[in-house]
């Protein structure tokens, strides 16, 4: 169990610029969940995956953020045309279906940087 | 809906005090609760957790918190702060399998202990 990696850790990007963020679970680990975290708030979930099917995503996800799971395995949180507001920590989860499914591992998370 | 608010964005307290961070929750089923840790630049790391047994939790590093449903409360006590507790607390909340598990969390405790 190496836990749950993220990369990269920081990206200053400028504003309109595409960005991707990638995120490899805990193996075995079919259930992932990106978050973000904004300065003085709690986390807030962005998007849920089962195996690679997204299953939930908030209305904070707007057209111009995208996820994808291929394969099941690791994820990737894209960002088009970057803003300013989108500057935060994004977090990743795993957790594994079962009777621990409730227990989420999270990621160092990637700071996110607009300028 | 489910929701947390964590009373107190920040508390104080002198190493060897005791620790009390508030935290109450609202849920329209039974729910799960979780308190977590960050520490600067970091991801979050699970201190405990409530799952419907014991309504007095124990977790990591000497914490624990005990769960009253007369009062919709997850309170978050250490009976003697050290100089490493000092990071930010977050209560979450899940409703379980209907809501995919995920997690609401509230807005933080920034705790700092005085020498």
């Known amino acids: 169990d190496t836990g749950v990696s993220q990369d990269p850790r920081h990206k200053i990007t400028k504003r309109g610029q595409n960005v991707t963020f990638r995120c490899d679970p805990i193996s075995e680990h079919n259930r992932l969940y990106w978050y973000r975290q904004t300065l003085g708030q709690g986390p807030e979930f962005l998007t849920y995956?089962?195996?690679?099917?997204?299953?939930?995503k908030s209305r904070l996800l707007s057209d111009r953020f995208s996820a994808e799971r291929p394969k099941g395995s690791f994820s990737t949180l894209e960002i088009q045309r970057t803003e300013q507001g989108d500057s935060a920590m994004y977090l990743c989860?795993?957790?594994?279906?079962?009777?621990?499914?409730?227990?989420?591992?999270f990621g160092p998370g990637t700071r996110l940087t607009v300028t | 809906a489910q929701s947390v608010t964590q009373l107190g964005s920040h508390v104080s307290v002198s190493e060897g005090a005791l620790v009390l961070l508030r935290c109450n929750y609202s849920s329209s089923v039974p729910p799960y609760l979780f308190w977590y840790v960050q520490y600067p630049n970091q991801g979050l790391q699970l201190l405990l957790k409530y799952t419907s047994a014991a309504t007095l939790v124990k977790g990591i590093n000497g914490f624990e918190a005990e769960f009253k449903k007369s009062e919709t409360s997850f309170h978050l006590t250490k009976p003697s702060a050290h100089m490493s507790d000092a990071a930010e607390y977050f209560c979450a909340v899940s409703e379980g399998g209907g809501s995919n598990y995920k997690l609401t969390f509230g807005k933080g405790t920034l705790l700092t202990v005085n020498p």
């Open positions: 995956f089962q195996n690679e099917a997204q299953l939930e």
């Open positions: 989860a795993s957790s594994h279906t079962g009777t621990s499914s409730y227990e989420q591992y």
